[in-house]
DNA sequence: AAGATTACCTGAAGGC
DNA sequence: TGCCTTCAGGTAATCT
């Protein structure tokens, strides 16, 4: 599932073969992946040339630029679960592709199983709005912002890592790990935590994100990968997936509890119960 | 009003 | 050519 490190890495390959191309063709098979619509995103991005890429938490943004108005547009992507790009030059796509990009004739397939992902079109005026329901990234958000945002929050610190509204990027994966990494259990709160227990949690939470990126993500297939092979963080892990199994640090059983509505693990030697 | 629950989707896995 | 249930998780919408 791509969090933050996963659409990092995406965003990186799409930016190093696609910048500077122009968008030639826009082969559409499911239309529900665009908003507001295929004929919308068509007329605005068609013969225009990708111009940079950003990410924001778990987001893309693909600018496109010349011909048009003169405006730049953009095209805000989220992955959700199971959403890949893929540019094989053999790939041969099958029922869920929905989307094939042509950039001066390199062929780039939007995939998504599950059809949560979304391409939005963002129109120059209302690129201000676009992320204003997220919160700073979690990668480069400042201790005193992030500090601010959790000081207070009374549900359990799993809950809050995972609301993107305080800071985005963190996903199920990465949440259970920044924990395990700051020793502190999932179901502690944050307004019960001193403020030097909340600070080690970001700086392992950035620090686990980075070790992931440099790793190329855990779970996603690179479409720059022509094996279409995962990245190799997933063998890192220490506690996501792994309830049942022994902590690696101290051999403790890691236990596992449904939070938040989702499925959570910890060891309950290194991370102990909150009072 | 923050916190909890459900809807959106499909495929894998497991029980029987 | 087995059928059915459960699970997986990101986010928006809907609840309490």
Not at 30 to 42: D, L, M, N, Q
Request: glycine residues 12%.
């Amino acid at each position: 599932m791509p969090e933050l490190p996963e659409v990092e890495s995406v965003g990186r390959a799409l930016a190093a073969d696609l910048t500077g191309r122009r968008l030639t063709g826009l082969r559409v098979r499911w239309g529900g992946v665009f908003e507001p619509s295929p004929g919308a995103v068509r007329a605005a991005l068609l013969g225009r040339t990708l111009t940079g890429l950003h990410r924001h938490g778990k987001y893309l943004i693909l600018r496109f630029e010349g011909e048009g108005n003169g405006d730049a547009a953009f095209l805000m992507v989220h992955l959700r679960m199971t959403g890949q790009f893929l540019a094989q030059e053999d790939y041969r796509p099958d029922s869920h592709v929905h989307v094939t990009f042509d950039f001066d004739g390199r062929a780039v397939h939007y995939r998504d199983v599950r059809k949560f992902g979304r391409l939005s079109l963002v129109e120059h005026g209302t690129h201000p709005q676009a992320l204003a329901h997220v919160g700073p990234d979690m990668l480069t958000v400042r201790t005193a912002d992030w500090l601010g945002r959790v000081r207070r929050r009374g549900a359990p610190f799993k809950s809050v890592l995972l609301d993107q509204g305080v800071a985005a990027g963190l996903g199920n994966i990465y949440a259970d790990e920044s924990l395990f990494l700051a020793r502190v259990h999932p179901l502690a709160r944050p307004r019960d935590l001193d403020e030097t227990e909340l600070r080690e949690v970001l700086r392992r939470a950035k620090q686990v994100l980075r070790l992931a990126i440099n790793h190329g993500g855990t779970t996603f297939l690179d479409f720059r990968n022509f094996h279409g092979q995962p990245g190799n963080f997933r063998r890192k892990l220490r506690v996501y997936g792994r309830g049942g199994e022994p902590c690696r640090d101290c051999g403790a059983a890691i236990e596992r509890m449904v939070i938040g509505g989702r499925s959570s693990c910890w060891c309950p030697r290194c991370q102990p119960a909150p009072r």
